[in-house]
């Protein structure tokens, strides 16, 4: 089977980090362009960055520059997500996606694999 799966949420402080893993299985990360998205209470779901696979070429949504970055462990076939300074309004279902990494915008419909979520609450 084809799997995504995200880990690492819970309960953060304002001003605090989190690092969210995602572990691919039944694949391999390098075959693919990976992403992170989230979807808050009542809110669409919003892309985060990506990552393309072949060059490191990477893009933000403008509320994650210069607070998000990504990261790989290869032998573990896991890319980390790591975001700083949050806020009460980063609380979400966090996600991270396989597929294809547009550099002028992240397209949900570009990412057919999709792993469960985790959530994220950043209390004030």
């Known amino acids: 089977d084809v799997q995504l799966q995200a880990s690492g949420g819970g309960l953060v402080q304002a001003g605090g980090s989190l690092r969210l893993s995602c572990t691919a299985s039944?694949?391999?990360?390098?075959?693919?362009?990976i992403a992170w998205f989230r979807q808050a209470p009542g809110k669409k779901r919003e892309g985060i960055l990506c990552?393309?696979?072949?060059?490191?070429?990477?893009y933000y949504a403008n509320f994650a520059k210069g607070r998000a970055s990504i990261s790989s462990d290869n032998a573990k076939n896991t890319k980390y997500l790591q975001m700083n300074s949050l806020k009460p309004d980063d609380t979400a279902v966090y996600f991270c996606a396989a597929g294809y990494c547009r550099l002028d915008r992240l397209a949900e419909d570009e990412y057919p694999i999709w792993g469960e979520g985790t959530q994220v609450t950043v209390s004030s």
């Open positions: 990552i393309n696979s072949d060059d490191g070429s990477q």
């Open positions: 039944g694949f391999n990360f390098d075959d693919y362009d």
